[in-house]
């Protein structure tokens, strides 16, 4: 039997390592029946695990727990995405120095050794919290197994036309050093000014605001809205652009906003996305101003070699020298940043690789629909970013820790030449092609960029499922059951994978996607380790309250909802686990004569738990299927707080304790249900807290059941309820509810006795509950019931004197 108090420790330790020794969790690829497959996020090796990557990978690895319960192969596995910029940026960060302060070799070697300390930290508290992953299926994104596959990937959309080579303006961030793509695009409010121009036009003076005086040099041409009739007098004309002199032309376009600034827009190579939109539009010339590593040309008269910023303020001080400022404005205006650094970006030419996705938005945006999101809401996320894309997927990077592009260029002609299939995973550094040029050329110089992050982390169905490698399960797996993530990375993770996904199969990648929401470090600020606002380690609260705790925690919110944390809300998941060891210890005391075999005489009270258990399971079931993991378990702690504790332990302890004077048919109907409905309570919350439903499962199941884990048990669901007999067991609780209140209005003990009761009671119900009058006598301490029949249930609590 259980002890009297359960030891969180050492039972979290001891059943996590009996998991593992017994495989409880294993994938079975040669096994019938249907697979439910899971495309778990790698977490991304920049820093530290936070309390906000506990709450949504707990809420997945439960959807996991239910399938299995279920009877279903459940595939689960947990990667590593262990390579690009992420990763190098934790690098420079703990060893305080640039990627370029060391040879590429020496900050590789460094990428790969952090990469491997931090993944076995996120492994080893994976672990601690009970995952339920089947670790044979573990990758990393920068394993040669998986750079073959990124690699294979990328020379099948080149032989597709799908992804291709050139040179032209880029997004850029000056603080990393490398091309980024759309999606790597955040909105930052940064203080800024606008500041009035003085441009000539025909002998004439006319006032230009931007925000961006820097670029003054890279002037190309003049904007007006053609209905400005201001300034529409102007267009086709020229304008001399002041300190510098060259001539601009002045354009009209519609997309000019006539009320911002002065209503004259300068269009510049580049500030915005805007200028590289005109410049493109238009023909314009390309004037080079700032360059990849964010300082000015050095052409650039009066800036040039300056910073950004040392250049702006400079630029200001030589228009109010030379009296061409007409006047400035303090505003605070939306800046484009690069999300993983927070740097404002550039637009500056340069060659890149692209996978082509303007051409094919429309399918694209079919494929959502043919995935069920959950919550449906985020689909529209997904549609708005595929319907506002403007770029292609710019899929190289200038960086160093990477899977390289199998790429080289012959010196002759400058044409690429790609590796074998049988030459991968290369690295065009160290390898040579195995071919000459189409030219006749033998002489190559290297790709030395690297992928995007994203171009391998969105082929993860296709890692898991071994896409073109020995043993290929894409067959059985793909399109893969779930897929899990974050909202913020639809328009990355999620578009992506379904690009690579359509691309290479013709088919969507996942049947469902479930979108988690974040835990927030205070309103409206996301949990992050960039920020370093996430001081809460989950390992540090993993000891002090356990896994289960922090899993019962998890399971709170409306799925794709965000959330606080604060620790004192783990004092809940405290509360209920010391609730269940009580009742499962009460529960099993009064099972430790009973044989396990259930029996068909059951008393109505004993008929009514197990028809509310089997409504509860039914409706946890709909829940779990639709990833509403909290609505589930809160659906479960209802019944086990209110039904089973509160009202039906109180309903049958007479029962349990008196057999003599209730007979011993009356205990065993009272103990088949208790055996019967706490199994699938332990089964049901086996999903939340797997630990603490094993120990109870081994102390007393475990001699009775064929599994050898409470996790490789199933759960019958069945579709059908008794109405009649759940609206008895609803009337027997509200007859409890009244004498309680009857009691405590008054400041009776709840032990003492009343005169009677008058109870009225529907037809339907009012046998069942004559049944069950010795129960309800026992439990209220009524010396008598009255019954009469009524269309509702009404309960009069009779006092000595009536």
Known sequence: MLAKKYEMATAERRWQEFWRTENVYAFDPEADGEVFSIDTPPPTVSGSLHIGHIFSYTQAEMVARFQRLRGRNVFYPLGFD??????????EKEHGLRATAVSRSQFTKLCYETAAKYEADFRELFQAMG????????????????QRLAQRSFLELVRRDKAYHKESPVLWCPQCSTSIAQAELESAEHP????????????????????????????????????????????GASADVPLFGHSVPVVADHRVAMDKGSGIVMCCTFGDTVDLEWFLDYQLPYRRVILADGVVDSEVPIIGGMTVTEARQAMVDALHSADLLRRQEDI????????????????????QWYINVLKDKQLFLDAADQIRWYPNYMKERYRIWVQNLKWDWCISRQRYFGVPFPVWYCQDCGDP????????????????????????????????????????????PLINARWQESGDWTERLVPMSMRTQAHEIIRTWAFYTIVKQLYHTGTIPWRDIMICGFVLAKRGEKLSKSKGNASLAPSELVQTYGADGLRYWAATSRLGTDSTFSVNELQASQRFLTKLWNAATFALMHLEDFAGSQIDCLTPVDRWLIERCEAVKHRA???????????????????????????????????LYNPEARGREQRR???????????ELLKLYGIFVPHITEEIYQAYYRDQQTAASLHQTHLAINGTTDAILLHFGEACRSIVAQVRKHKSDRNMSLKEPIAGLSVAA????????????????????????????RKDLTVEVLSHKD
């Open 82 to 91: 262990d390579n690009g910029l992420p990763t190098e940026r934790l690098v």
């Open 131 to 146: 995952f339920s992953v089947d670790w044979s299926l573990t990758y990393e994104t920068v394993s040669p197994r998986v």
């Open 192 to 235: 800024s000014a606008f500041h009035w121009l003085a441009f000539s036009i025909g002998g004439g003076e006319v006032e230009v605001a931007t925000t961006r005086p820097e670029l003054l040099y890279g002037c190309v041409a003049l904007f007006i809205h053609p209905d400005d009739k201001r300034f529409c007098h102007y267009i």
């Open 332 to 351: 605070v205006h939306s800046v484009a940043v690069h999300e993983r650094c927070g740097t404002p970006t550039e637009i500056i030419p340069s060659r």
């Open 417 to 460: 030449v790609f590796a074998s299939e049988r030459q991968l995973p290369a690295n065009p550094l160290e390898d040579q092609p195995e071919i000459h040029c189409a030219c006749g050329g033998t002489r190559f110089h290297p790709e030395s960029a690297v992928m995007d992050t994203w171009a391998t982390s969105s082929l993860t």
């Open 621 to 655: 079931a709909g829940l779990l299927e639709q990833y509403e993991v909290g609505a589930a378990r809160q659906e479960v702690d209802q019944f086990f707080w209110h039904d089973f504790c509160d009202d039906y332990l109180e309903i049958v302890k007479d029962r």
């Open 669 to 679: 109907s009272a103990q088949s249900a208790l055996h019967y409905v706490l199994l």
């Open 762 to 789: 529907p037809t339907a119900i009012l046998p069942l509950l004559q049944e069950a009058q010795a129960d309800l006598l026992a439990c209220t301490k009524s010396a008598r019931i009255t019954w009469e029949t």
